[in-house]
């Protein structure tokens, strides 16, 4: 059987695989973080043999692969009048027993077939660009700095300047009819003259001069690669803000076999069966790796490249639900 | 172009405090911003087990035709 663990919000990644799961007739669940704090149903964890009992079935034997699809998430218990700091202490203390709780059944579960496994799902930026640097994959220089002559000395060593984005990630502030954002922000005078000369430690990454972008969904060894072209002239430092241009084409695309041999040995070497990963190619005919991220939206990709990603990942899904599992169809 | 003027709706005394990127945002209309989708309109899939089923598709197996130039006939 498959597990599928999600929120209940809307995540554009589930509902399109659960369709090929229904259409193949897949046996599967969906448990959503939510669920765990309902209310609505009863189930018990044994911490000793680690089952999972809901509503008097067993399905710790059951279970054979789990598709980790954003499943953890920051509940808000309150209602009502907001108590300050006092809320801020019970909303964190209730989020820590919960994810404590969360940790546990992951450990339980270990032995499943995850997509992807779920400590690797927060990846950490820094350490994965080390990673790639160690494994061989041509990556922008990168620095943690906190005051501005460190700074300037490594724009200087950068022969295109450089960029800062955050070391983990900046999420949406919505105030009524605006919402503040953040991107990756070429460091430029306008930037320098906003910084004091001591700062919070930043992520600092040297500028790559790219012919275009490449955006490559990976999956257990298979490479869905598609191109993002701009043909503006003056293009933005982050393709994230050019998405809704008309400028910004894109265009299904073949990685070298070379290129994809070393990907393929790099995200088997991070433990990564499934990831989207962002690569520049260079004016100069090079490749830099970017990042990596373990549950990256594949929607737009699969439908501008027609390459059926959801399908792809059902079909995995199943292939190994049926190679271990006892419920196969 | 690169958009140059910042807006950050966080206070001079907090920005000296936290991540410098907190310094260098953009405001855009929210309405606007697809991955926020506030102009969709959503149901339930039971078969699913979704509670915000999105009922047109994003990138939905819709298809597996082959379409030839006689179906255009």
């Known amino acids: ?329 | 172009m690169e958009k140059k003027k910042f807006d950050t709706p966080f206070a001079r005394k907090l920005l000296e405090r936290v991540p410098i990127n907190y310094r260098f945002m953009y405001a855009n209309i929210t309405e606007h911003i697809g991955e926020l989708r506030m102009r969709e309109k959503f149901s339930r899939s039971d078969k699913h087990r979704a509670e915000q089923y999105l009922n047109y598709p994003l990138a939905k197996p819709v298809s597996n035709f082959i379409i030839r130039k006689d179906n255009d006939k």
Not at chain 1, 212 to 235: H, P, W
């Open chain 1, 1 to 329: 059987m498959i597990l599928v663990l999600t929120h209940s919000y809307f995540e554009q990644g589930t509902d399109p695989v659960i369709d090929w799961l229904l259409y193949y007739k897949a046996p599967f669940f969906r448990i959503c973080v939510e669920d765990l704090v309902a209310q609505k149903v009863n189930y018990s964890f044994d911490i000793d043999k680690g089952s999972v009992i809901i509503n008097g079935v067993d399905y710790s034997q059951k279970v054979t692969v789990i598709f980790f699809r954003r499943f953890y998430r920051y509940l808000y218990y309150e209602e009502g009048e907001p108590l300050g700091d006092v809320s801020r202490k019970v909303f964190y203390e209730a989020n820590n027993e919960l994810e404590h709780f969360v940790e546990a059944l992951f450990d339980a579960f270990k032995d499943k077939i995850w997509f992807p496994v779920s400590e690797m799902v927060n990846v950490n930026k820094p350490k994965i660009s080390a990673a790639a640097h160690r494994a061989g994959l041509l990556s922008p220089r990168s620095r943690v700095i906190n005051n501005k002559t460190g700074l300037l000395e490594f724009k200087e060593e950068c022969p295109h300047g450089c960029i800062t984005k955050s070391i983990c990630r900046i999420s949406y502030y919505t105030f009524g009819k605006y919402t503040y954002s953040t991107y990756a922000t070429s460091v430029d005078d306008d930037v320098l003259a906003m910084l004091p000369e001591r700062f919070f430690p930043a992520l600092f990454q040297e500028k790559v001069m790219a012919d275009y972008e490449v955006r490559v969904f990976y999956l257990d060894g298979e490479f869905f690669a598609t191109a993002a072209i701009s043909t503006d002239k003056d293009r933005l430092v982050d393709i994230k803000q050019s998405f809704y241009k008309e400028s910004l084409k894109w265009a299904t695309y073949q990685l070298p076999k070379d290129m994809e041999a070393q990907l393929d040995k790099f995200m088997r070497w991070i433990g990564l069966v499934t990831g989207s990963i962002d690569l520049i190619k260079t004016v100069d005919g090079q490749y830099y790796f970017l990042e990596v991220n373990p549950v990256g939206q594949y929607s737009a990709p699969s439908w501008q490249g027609g390459y059926q990603i959801e399908r792809r990942i059902a079909e995995w899904l199943i292939q190994k639900n049926n190679m271990h599992g006892k419920e196969k169809i």
